[in-house]
């Protein structure tokens, strides 16, 4: 897809959009609100097709924010959809892994290290944390204790089939 | 020993069976075929993110090319190209070549070694140690000019901490011919081989569909036949002057990646060749004052696929946000698409096949939940090994 079509596409769901910015040429910036965030990355994924290339998850002054950056391979362009989750007590935005299988680990990383709450994900548990780390301490949070102590017997990464092995 | 109740699973790990680093597999059986396979990664998180968060802008790209002693240089150069994104700043135009020769040397030799593990897995010990042999050369080289066989370092934002000497280009131009030659013997025996053919055609298929679905990078993705490749696509360094091809291979086999990987090996000799003829005189850095507020997508073709670094800066003298992509985050859990349905000795060199990345180690543990027999690692290398021969006598 050429750039000013993807451009002239991107009005399509203007309506779900706070703004479009653009930075720099290839460098294509949607920010919505956490409740758009599903609706506009289905339309990037399927209706322009473009590469899903991986989610970063910031914790900003008094939001969280989920970058969903997306690729148009034909002229190197990257489209973020910036969700902004305003609650920053109890954070949660709807999972894409039902739309797109390749972002189940990122949603579960996000999970472990900001404690943002994928909803609907099929699959949300732990996936790099060690096991003694504490419930409830996210250290890609700005507020988290430097070296918070290990907890006794926490939840592990168990497996799927950890249930049917005695 | 732990009793199975219900359905038979064969557990892969603590260690891969191939790269030997740490990642557990789980595959739930029916007989001898796989019907379901869960992972467990990350025992060997080190929090590089967070670190980062604590570093200067400087300091970065030491730590970052620690995230993969193989992919030591991909790493900070997509790092690299996310800060320069930001100041928008373009670095010298000798450093910007010194990038592409420190890169695709890295890719050759991070695909030789791929090639020699996956023949010593099909029991082609000859391959391993044939393609080890001839990636040793490369290694001298990246030694020569970075002080480092692997953790290189080599790149800080505004240029490149080591050059690379004229008087070395009439070597490298040599070690690159002799390299050719035997790649070139590598891939004839390769494709004109009917017993690897057999043995790896039509194994472990990652549909093209499905290599979209799970999002892969790299050789995973190219021989799906999906025609990605970040120095084309969204070119960095020096690419955009130099000439090569994407190969693609439309199979999605284990198969089609061993030919993508070996025919990559040489373009990267044909755009180093290009790289050393070009060469620029000039400086291989520039200084840099401070990084703006602001953020940047920077990306790299690593030897595995696209590495992608995100940056945000506030201004001040470190990032507030530093999110790294490895190629093999994404190529891992395609094994959901590629293993499922595939007959257990067809298992290790399908996992192998992505080249996944992790850190090291080895043992393996397979439970038959019919038999009630424990496996080691070597009887499942057995397996495998077992059925090339199988294949061969038919053939043979």
Redesign the interface.
């Given at each position: 897809m050429k750039q000013e079509e993807l451009k002239s596409r991107l009005e399509e769901i203007k309506d779900k959009l706070i703004a479009i910015e653009q930075?720099?040429d290839?460098?294509i910036y949607l920010l919505c609100e956490a409740e758009d965030a599903y609706a506009v990355d289905k339309f990037l994924f399927e209706g322009l097709n473009l590469?899903?290339?991986?989610a970063?998850g910031?914790d900003a002054e008094g939001c969280f924010e989920i970058?969903y950056?997306f690729?148009n391979?034909?002229?190197?362009?990257?489209v973020?959809t910036r969700a902004f989750i305003r609650d920053h007590e109890n954070p949660s935005i709807e999972s894409i892994t039902p739309l797109?299988?390749?972002?189940?680990?990122?949603e579960r990383e996000t999970h472990d290290?900001l404690g943002i709450d994928f909803k609907n994900h099929p699959n949300l548990r732990r996936?790099?944390?060690?096991d003694d780390w504490p419930e409830g301490v996210y250290?890609?949070r700005k507020a988290c204790p430097a070296c918070p102590e290990p907890a006794e017997g926490s939840k592990t990464?168990e497996?799927?089939?950890e249930k049917?092995?005695? | 020993m732990?009793?199975?109740?219900?359905?038979p699973?064969l557990a892969v790990g603590p260690f891969h069976p191939l790269q030997e680093e740490a990642e557990?597999f789980?595959l739930?059986l029916d007989g001898e075929i796989v019907t379901?396979i869960?992972m467990?990664?990350?025992y060997n998180?080190r929090?590089i993110?967070?670190i980062s968060e604590t570093l200067q802008f400087d300091q970065v790209p030491f730590l970052v090319s620690r995230v993969c002693g193989i992919c030591s240089a991909s790493h900070p150069l997509a790092y690299v190209n996310a800060v320069e994104?930001i100041a928008g700043i373009t670095p010298p135009e000798r450093a910007q070549y010194v990038r592409v020769i420190i890169n695709e040397l890295e890719r050759i030799h991070s695909h030789m070694l791929w090639v020699g593990l996956a023949g010593h897995f099909i029991g082609y010990d000859t391959v391993f140690m044939w393609a080890w042999k001839y990636r040793e050369p490369v290694l001298d080289i990246l030694e020569e000019i970075t002080g480092n066989r692997n953790n290189y370092g080599n790149v800080k934002v505004g240029g490149c901490r080591e050059d690379v000497p004229n008087e070395m280009i009439p070597k490298i131009r040599q070690k690159l011919d002799e390299l050719e030659k035997k790649v070139e013997m590598l891939v004839k025996v390769v494709l004109d081989d009917p017993v690897i053919h057999a043995r790896l055609k039509g194994v472990g298929v990652l549909t093209k569909e499905a290599a979209?679905?799970?999002?892969?990078a790299g050789p995973t993705a190219r021989g799906s036949g999906i025609a990605?490749d970040?120095r084309r696509?969204?070119?960095y360094a020096a690419y955009s002057d130099l000439d090569w091809n994407v190969i693609t291979q439309p199979e999605g086999d284990v198969f089609a990646k061993a030919v993508v990987r070996l025919l990559e090996v040489l373009e990267s000799i044909k755009i180093i060749r290009q790289a050393v003829d070009k060469l620029p005189d000039g400086p291989i850095d520039m200084e840099v004052k401070e990084i703006p507020a602001?953020e940047g997508?920077g990306?790299a073709e690593a030897p595995r696929g696209?590495t992608?670094h995100?940056v945000?800066s506030d201004g001040g003298n470190r990032p507030v946000?530093h999110?790294i992509?490895a190629p093999s985050?994404?190529n891992v859990?395609?094994f959901?698409a590629s293993c499922i349905g595939q007959h257990i000795a067809d298992v290790t060199i399908t996992l192998a096949a992505v080249d996944p990345c992790y850190s090291c180690t080895e043992r393996l543990a397979v439970v038959d939940g019919h038999n009630n027999v424990i496996h080691d690692y070597e009887s499942l290398l057995k397996l495998s090994r077992e059925k090339t021969a199988r294949i061969k006598k038919e053939i043979l």
């Open positions: 930075p720099r290839n460098r590469r899903f290339v991986i970063t910031i970058l950056h690729a391979d034909e002229t190197g362009t990257f973020t797109i299988p390749g972002a189940e680990w990122i290290v996936l790099i944390l060690s250290p890609l990464k497996l799927k089939n049917d092995i005695e | 732990k009793k199975i109740l219900n359905k699973v557990f789980q739930t379901d869960d467990r990664i990350s998180h929090g993110e967070a994104e979209r679905q799970y999002a892969v990605i970040v696509d969204d070119p602001g997508c990306h696209e992608f995100y945000r946000r999110k992509r985050f994404v859990p395609s959901r």
